[in-house]
């Protein structure tokens, strides 16, 4: 018993920890687009501020229990993928083959948030699932397949098992995953959706698309789970090419540290990278983004998959 308690406390630090830097790089986030486009911005802190406000507020309004639980089906699915996902070495769950799972746990925020926008009615909100929809499919298929290029090269489909088998050398040093990060971080800012595939939101053409219906306490949960998204994509990302941000390996208290510290400098390098081209280019149509990924990103993927093998082989 007292086992089962000390696991469900260490599951729910890793995940309050997850959520607080989600919730300070939406602050940080905020700012430097700011800057970019040469304003003061909001403090860092802000997004917690919003958060505290938004789910200490009543709602009188009512979508039906659809409307209800669409965000907490999205939440339990990005903290699931988080638990999955190695932060600076430490792991919770995992197991072989856990690569294909997170695949699958990444689509359920995303069709939870769908659910949600889809009962409320509103049809810029069912505009804005639809684009959504379509950029999902279409930014899938480049990162699969640069995952797949992973697997291949490092016999193993167990995201914990990729980092552990970076120690001598990262991914993003290895010429045919230079061409695959370069790919995997394309379709990084579509899972975001950030500019230029921001589409789905929209905030000029659609009125913010599925977010047009949320508000008070259904808000805040979204804010939740915008950050949890940020953390989880930026983690997978840098579990799978840069190391997972392991620099230390003896398994003491300071390499606890420094790796956490490590892995939080990547995942914010990976994110204002994101934001530096979500603040410098505009937003693509929906069959341009496709086009995209489907004939470019997915082309470079192959590329990169056909070197792999051809390495593996030789």
């Not at 204002?272 to 081209?277: A, V």
Request: glycine share 8%; net charge neutral; hydrophobic share 60%.
């Amino acid at each position: 018993m007292v086992d089962f308690l000390i696991k469900i406390a260490v599951i729910a630090l890793y995940t309050t920890i997850a959520m607080l830097v989600g919730i300070l790089f939406m602050g940080i986030g905020r700012k430097i687009v700011a800057r970019v486009h040469n304003r003061v911005g909001p403090p860092v802190y802000q997004g917690f501020i919003d958060i505290a406000k938004l789910l200490t507020k009543k709602t009188n309004i009512s979508h039906g229990w659809i409307y209800d639980l669409a965000l907490l089906f999205s939440l339990t699915g990005i903290i699931l993928t988080i638990l999955f996902l190695p932060i600076g070495g430490v792991k919770l769950l995992g197991t072989e083959g856990d690569a294909f799972l997170v695949l699958y746990l990444l689509a359920i925020p995303a069709l939870g948030f769908a659910l949600g926008a889809g009962a409320s009615g509103n049809p810029n909100a069912a505009i804005g699932v639809m684009r959504a929809l379509v950029m999902m499919l279409s930014y899938e298929l480049p990162f699969v397949i640069t995952m797949i290029a992973l697997m291949i090269y490092y016999d193993t489909s167990s995201i914990a098992q990729i980092v552990e088998l970076q120690r001598a050398r990262w991914a993003i040093m290895i010429p045919p995953f230079m061409l695959a990060a370069a790919v995997a971080d394309m379709a990084l800012q579509g899972m975001l959706m950030e500019a230029p595939f921001d589409i789905p939101t929209a905030p000029h053409e659609i009125a913010s698309g599925p977010m047009a219906e949320f508000g008070g306490k259904h808000l805040g949960s979204l804010m939740l789970y915008k950050a949890g998204t940020i953390v989880a994509y930026t983690t997978l990302f840098v579990d799978l090419f840069l190391g997972g941000g392991v620099v230390m390996h003896d398994g003491s208290i300071l390499s606890y540290i420094v790796n956490f510290a490590v892995w939080f400098l990547l995942i914010l390098l990976i994110f204002t990278l994101s934001l530096l081209i979500n603040a410098s280019f505009p937003r693509f149509r929906i069959e341009q983004a496709f086009k995209f990924y489907w004939k470019y990103e997915a082309l470079l993927a192959f590329i990169s998959l056909i070197w792999v093998y051809l390495m593996v082989i030789s």
